[in-house]
DNA sequence: GCGCATCACTGAACCGGGTAAGTTCTGGGA
DNA sequence: TCCCAGAACTTACCCGGTTCAGTGATGCGC
C-alpha cells in the first residue's frame, strides 16, 4: 500500500505542492475555497505528513525524549514512572507528539543518549527526572541548547524549566499528624540519599522534629527497593527504643516495611504507624491499607509536558510548584497504644 | 551549537558527501585509509547521523513503536509493562532503534495510532500486546504491510510473528501442586476475559480441574485492577463451601486477595493458599511472600523485540514460544488445615 | 484609465543523508 | 603500447515536506 503524500494531494486538487502545504498547516497563502478542497482530499485519501521529511525540513521532530534510570527491577514494580507517562501523554497526545523512551543504566550514560538524540535530531527536547545536587546533565543540556524540563526539586537549574511539589511542606504535615496523634518516636526511611527532593525531604524532617522536640527522630538512607526498604525497618524495630511511626519516602518500601512489621508479630497501626510517600494503588491494596501522602502524579507529568512544550516553542518557562501534596489517612496509622 | 552534517566531515576530509556516506555505512567504494580517516573525524567532531534525513531517504525510522491500551490507573501498577519494556530496550538500544510509546484507551483508537505512525512513517514496526481473539488489529496490520510481532497467545495472527508463553502448562502445574498439597476446594479469579490468554488459561484450567476431579473449581472473572481482586476474592470467601486455595491471573489482583483475607480473619496460608501469575518484587514484598508463577518478563521483551527487528529487516520470522514458565512456591501456599 | 497594493498561487531551492551512474586513475596482461 | 578491469572516488538526483521569491489576476482609489 502506497503511502499518500503532498503531491498525490496536490495532483488531484490542481494545485502545486507548495499551496498544499500551506492548506494543511492553516498557513495564509490559499483562498479558503482551495484550502477546503485540499483538506478534503486529504482526509479521503487518509494522508499523514511524512515525519521524517517534516523534520527535515522545519527542523521540529514532533517528538520528545525521556531517559529512565532506573534498575530494571524497581521499574517495574514503581507506579511512579507510568504515572508520569500517563501524564505526558495526555499533553503530548493532544499535539500529536511522540514520546520516546530509553532505559539507561547511569547518568554518564543518560548523557550520551541526550548527545545522540540531539546529533540525530529525533526529539525537540526531554524531560529530565532524578535530579541531583550539581546535576551533570544541565551543563549539557544548556550547552547542547536542548529543551528541557526538569521534574523535582527546587534546586538550581539555571535556565531550564523546573516542577516541583512541596516535598518540606508535606514532610511537615506528615510529621504534625503524627504528632497529634501521639507519636514521639518518629523514624524515617529514606530514597536514594545523592537526590535533590531525597535531600530536601531530609533537611526539612530535621527541622520539624528539632522544632517540635521530638529526640528520636533518624532517617535511615534507602533506595526505593522493597529490599532495603525491609531492612531498614528490620534495623529500626529491632532496637530498643523503637520508633512507634515510620515515613516511607515510597509506597514500594512502605509495604515492605509492613510486611516486616507482621512478620515481626507487631500489628499496624496498634504498635506501629506507617505513612508512604506517593499513594498509588498499591497503598489500598494491601491490608491495612496505608496512609500515603498523594499527589496527583499524572497531573504532574503533564504540567512538565506542557511546560517542555512551551519551551520547544521558544515562550518563556519558569519555576512551576505543582498541585499540592495532601495527607490521605488511612487504616496505618493511629495513636500508639 | 551548530549539529555537524556529513557535509562538514567531507570538507574536512577533503572528499564528497557521497565518499562519506560510503565510509560511515561500511559500503564499498572508499579505500581503507580514507575510510579510517572520515570515520576518525566522524569521532571527533562527535557526528550523528540525521535521524530525519536518514528516514526520509533510507525509508527506515529506526524507530519502533508500542502502544499501551490499559486504564492509566492499572498501568502504573503492574509491573508487566515496564519489564517489557526494559527487555525491548535491551535488544532496541544495542542497535541503536528508539521506542515510541503511545498510551491509547481503546482497540479502536490503537488502530487510529498505528494508521497514524504508519503514514508519518514514523516507526518501522509494532508490538502488539493484549491480543483478543479475532483481534481487529491484525487485519489492520496485514493490510497496512506494517512489520508487527504480537505478544501473547498462542492464537491465529496469520504472517505475524508471535511469541508466546506455555500457559496451560504452567495453570497445570500450579493445580497439580496445589492437589499434591491437599487442596480439593481450588478457585481461579482470572483477568480480563476477552484476551486470548485469560480464555487460553480458562481452558486449560477447566480441563486439568475436570481431569482431577476437582468439582468445587471455578473461575470468577475480574479485570488485573486490585478492587476487582479484592470483590472475586470476597465473593468467593463468603460463600459456604468456600475454596482453600485460589490462583490469580496478575500480581496485583494477589495482593488484593491476600488484604481480604487477612481483613477477614482468617490465615494465610493456613486457611487460605494463594498462588499468583507474573512473579514480581511485589510477590515477596507482602507478607506472607506470594508463590508464584514465574517467568523471565524482560527476556520475554528483547525476545519479542528480536522477533521484531527480524520482521523490519524482512528476515523469516515464526510463532515464537518464549522461555518457561515455573512455579515459585512461598510462604502463601501449605497444605488446608 | 492608470498605478499600485493585495490575493492566490507557482516554481524552485532547501533540509541532510542515500545511492545509481558517471569519471578518473592505476596496474596488469597481451 | 594499448586496452581493459576494477578501485576510488565525484556528481547529481531522490526522498517529502517547508518556505521564499516571483507571477498573474483582481480590486481599489484617484
Request: aromatic share 4%; net charge neutral.
Amino acid at each position: 500500500m502506497k503511502r499518500p503524500t503532498i503531491a498525490d494531494i496536490a495532483r488531484r486538487a490542481g494545485v502545486s505542492k507548495g499551496a498544499v502545504s500551506y492548506a494543511l498547516n492553516g498557513q495564509p497563502g490559499v483562498s479558503e475555497a482551495t484550502r477546503k478542497r485540499i483538506l478534503s482530499i486529504a482526509e479521503e485519501i487518509g494522508f499523514n505528513a511524512n515525519s521524517a521529511a517534516r523534520a527535515l525540513s522545519g527542523a521540529r521532530a514532533r517528538a520528545v525524549g525521556l531517559t529512565l534510570c532506573r534498575p530494571a527491577k524497581l521499574l517495574g514494580i514503581e507506579p511512579w514512572f507510568m504515572g508520569l507517562i500517563s501524564g505526558f501523554e495526555a499533553e503530548l497526545g493532544a499535539r500529536s507528539y511522540a514520546l520516546t523512551l530509553q532505559v539507561v543504566a547511569t547518568p554518564e550514560e543518560e548523557i550520551e543518549v541526550y548527545r545522540r538524540w540531539w546529533g540525530e535530531r529525533r526529539i525537540d527536547g526531554v524531560i529530565v527526572t532524578d535530579i541531583r545536587k550539581d546535576d551533570i546533565r544541565i551543563p549539557v543540556l544548556q550547552q547542547l541548547q536542548l529543551p528541557a524540563v526538569v521534574i523535582g526539586g527546587p534546586g538550581e537549574t539555571g535556565s531550564i524549566a523546573q516542577i516541583w511539589s512541596d516535598d518540606a511542606g508535606a514532610i511537615t504535615e506528615a510529621v504534625r499528624y503524627l504528632v497529634a496523634l501521639g507519636h514521639h518516636r518518629i523514624a524515617r526511611v529514606s530514597g536514594v540519599s545523592d537526590l535533590l527532593h531525597t535531600q530536601n525531604r531530609t533537611k526539612a524532617f530535621e527541622t520539624v522534629c528539632a522544632s517540635l522536640g521530638l529526640d528520636h527522630a533518624r532517617t535511615i538512607p534507602a533506595d526505593y527497593t522493597g529490599e532495603e526498604g525491609s531492612r531498614a525497618t528490620r534495623r529500626l524495630l529491632i532496637g530498643g527504643d523503637r520508633p512507634t511511626a515510620i515515613i516511607y519516602d515510597n509506597d514500594v518500601m512502605a509495604v515492605a516495611g509492613l510486611a516486616v512489621a507482621q512478620e515481626m508479630g507487631l500489628s499496624v497501626p496498634g504498635d506501629l504507624s506507617i505513612v508512604a510517600w506517593d499513594d498509588s494503588p498499591l497503598c489500598s491494596l494491601v491490608h491495612p491499607p496505608l496512609t500515603a501522602l498523594s499527589r496527583d502524579i499524572s497531573a504532574y507529568g503533564a504540567q512538565a509536558a506542557l511546560e517542555l512544550l512551551n519551551a520547544i516553542d521558544g515562550r518563556k518557562v519558569g519555576n512551576v510548584e505543582a498541585g499540592r501534596v495532601h495527607l490521605t489517612p488511612r487504616g496505618s496509622t493511629a495513636p500508639p497504644r
